[in-house]
């Protein structure tokens, strides 16, 4: 019996040192053994099983994968000095495990140092930039007239260095300054940058004075050609009667020839003919020279007095 329990208490002890003996490392990890506290020798980087000393020997894991930093938003006064909010991000790396361990320990460490480190090389980029410089990447012109770029050539500034740029100084030296801590920062970029609030209500009233320069300009425009339009469309109308009248008088006057040419044919035909025109010119000529009212004096030699003497 004793034998047995002898023999259960070395399985026993041989299954908890071989436990202890062995470890795995994911795809995703990167391992530093340490001894006592002191690192053993380089990491551990490939995946797999892997044996260490056990109860002596410690693991220590790292992430393999890119990190997340989100910074604090902060207060920091431009160049030109404009007080904006500064909300920024970044992604970052252990690139040398055992040098991260040996200067920072863990994760939480390094957060807490690349806090200092980012945060310092922002406030001293924004301090060393017009705020121009930090919302815009490039030089533009707007795609509108001449006129319209004149109102607002102010809000367009010409700019040397341009918020990518920034982003890449802060990023270098940000990795200048962690070049010995084990770690790498990928990448860096200002998430949001706005106005303090006692000075965002005085940049709004710019913003609308400038549009409505705008739009009274668009206004200004529109109604001037207006007025072309409708100057135009009295001219044109001008012209249409003008061609309509002189037209009407070329075939009135085609008409008029026309029926003159008529007249003077059955005029010539015969005697008889042309006494019945005379007749009938005459008559009309009375009809619309005389009625009740109308008093006339002419000689009885008269032609127009012809047919009325031949009434007696």
């Not at 994760?107 to 310092?120: F, T, V």
Request: glycine share 4%.
């Amino acid at each position: 019996m004793k034998k047995n329990s002898i023999i259960i208490i070395i399985a026993v002890a041989a299954i908890i040192v071989a436990i202890n003996s062995f470890y795995t490392v994911d795809e995703t990890e990167q391992v530093i053994l340490t001894q006592f506290g002191a690192p053993m020798g380089s990491a551990v980087t490939t995946p797999g099983l892997k044996v260490k000393v056990p109860f002596i020997q410690k693991v220590n894991r790292f992430d393999k994968r890119f990190l997340e930093w989100d910074g604090d938003q902060n207060q920091v006064p431009t160049k030109d000095k404009k007080f904006i909010f500064v909300d920024s991000y970044a992604r970052w790396q252990i690139t040398d495990p055992l040098q991260f361990f040996r200067r920072l320990r863990d994760e939480r460490g390094a957060q807490s140092r690349i806090d200092d480190i980012l945060d310092g090389e922002t406030r001293n980029a924004v301090a060393s930039h017009d705020l121009v410089e930090l919302v815009r990447t490039s030089n533009r012109e707007p795609d509108l007239g001449a006129e319209i770029f004149d109102v607002i050539e102010d809000s367009l500034e010409t700019i040397e260095v341009g918020r990518i740029a920034i982003q890449d100084i802060v990023l270098e030296l940000a990795n200048e300054r962690a070049s010995d801590l084990g770690i790498a920062i990928l990448d860096f970029r200002f998430k949001r940058i706005n106005y303090v609030e006692d000075v965002r209500r005085t940049v709004y009233d710019r913003m609308i004075s400038e549009r409505n320069k705008i739009a009274d300009l668009f206004r200004s425009e529109g109604q001037g050609e207006a007025s072309r339009i409708e100057g135009e469309k009295e001219r044109e109308l001008l012209e249409i009667q003008s061609a309509a009248f002189r037209e009407a008088r070329e075939i009135r006057g085609r008409g008029d020839a026309m029926a003159a040419s008529i007249y003077n044919q059955a005029y010539n035909r015969d005697a008889s003919t042309r006494e019945l025109y005379d007749f009938i010119k005459a008559m009309e000529a009375y009809e619309v020279s005389f009625d009740e009212s109308t008093s006339i004096f002419i000689s009885t030699d008269s032609e127009f007095f012809k047919y009325l003497k031949s009434l007696d």
